[in-house]
């Protein structure tokens, strides 16, 4: 069990820019999520999946982000024509639902500023 | 609208002493309650969860206290150790659907030698 990775750790870009971050959760979890977090606040949801199928959107998720879970494996996590109020800590969460445990363990973050 | 709230924004402990955390929620769907520990430029990491249909469950030193008609919950640490500064996010979920966490804000915990 290696636990969920993220990539890259940090991102620069300049406004107007796409960035795409990926997200590798445990193997067996079936379920995956995307929290954002900024300074001073805890992590906010944006999406999940169970397994490939993307359930349940966030009204912070605007139409200029969209995720993947491509055969219910990694995700990707893409933000088109960036904004400066994208700054943020991009985190993933994986859990495995239907075993009755329900805690989510979350991979070191991405970290991404807007210039 | 924060449905989870903690409202002290740090707390310092002696080494040795308890540290008690707290946390207040709103929403009276919110049937699992969890804390995590996050040091900085890492990801938060599990501590320990409680289901609402128990009043309290205990992992060696952290023991997590739910107290349903006050939609309060807190998490004991017994010794606090200093490795265990660090900020600590409390957080709920309904259980139904997403499934999906609310944090609260956190508090700073730090643990002087």
């Known amino acids: 069990d290696t636990g969920v990775s993220q990539n890259p750790r940090h991102k620069i870009t300049k406004r107007g820019q796409n960035v795409t971050f990926r997200c590798d959760p445990i193997?067996?979890?079936?379920?995956l999520y995307w929290y954002r977090q900024t300074l001073g606040q805890g992590p906010e949801f944006l999406t999940y999946?169970?397994?490939?199928?993307?359930?349940?959107k966030s009204r912070l998720l605007s139409d200029r982000f969209s995720a993947e879970r491509p055969k219910g494996s990694f995700s990707t996590l893409e933000i088109q024509r960036t904004e400066q109020g994208d700054s943020a800590m991009y985190l993933c969460?994986?859990?495995?639902?239907?075993?009755?445990?329900?805690?989510?363990?979350f991979g070191p973050g991405t970290r991404l500023t807007v210039t | 609208d924060q449905q989870v709230k903690q409202n002290s924004p740090s707390l310092s402990v002696q080494e040795g002493r308890i540290s008690i955390l707290n946390c207040d929620y709103t929403?009276?769907?919110?049937?699992?309650f969890l804390w995590y520990k996050k040091y900085p430029a890492e990801g938060p990491t599990f501590l320990i969860s409680?289901?609402?249909?128990?009043d309290k469950n205990e992992d060696g030193r952290f023991t997590v206290f739910l107290n349903k008609s006050a939609k309060h919950l807190s998490l004991h640490i017994v010794p606090s150790q200093p490795g265990d500064s660090a900020v600590y996010f409390c957080?709920?979920?309904?259980?139904?659907?997403?499934?999906?966490?609310?944090f609260g804000t956190g508090t700073r915990l730090t643990v002087i030698p």
């Open positions: 969460a994986s859990s495995l639902i239907g075993t009755g445990t329900y805690e989510q363990y």
């Open positions: 193997s067996e979890h079936n379920r």
């Open positions: 999946f169970q397994n490939e199928a993307q359930l349940e």
């Open positions: 929403n009276s769907m919110f049937d699992y």
């Open positions: 409680i289901s609402s249909i128990k």
């Open positions: 957080a709920a979920s309904a259980l139904t659907g997403a499934n999906n966490l609310f």
